[in-house]
């Protein structure tokens, strides 16, 4: 077996032929991109939720009724 290669069932795709060492590192790109997906997600829901409160006329005149 060559350099850490796992010996793998045919027809499992790109993934299972890497080393452990590169799907570990993929896995992890993966994770961290996600992960900073989220948080901007995150952020734009907290900045809309913000302008939102901002827009709405009982937070503007609350003692109008």
């Known amino acids: 077996m060559p ?3 796992k010996k793998v ?3 499992l795709g790109r993934a299972a032929k890497m ?10 790109n ?3 991109s996600s992960m900073k ?3 901007v997600l995150v952020f ?3 900045k809309n939720e913000a302008h939102q409160h901002l827009n709405t006329e009982e937070h ?3 003692y109008a009724k």
Do not use: D, M
């Open 3 to 5: 350099n850490g290669l």
């Open 30 to 32: 993966k994770l961290a």
């Open 44 to 46: 734009e829901l907290q």
């Open 60 to 62: 503007i005149f609350p």
């Open 19 to 28: 080393s452990e060492c590169k799907r570990f590192k993929l896995n992890t």
């Open 9 to 11: 069932k045919p027809g």
């Open 37 to 39: 997906n989220l948080v």
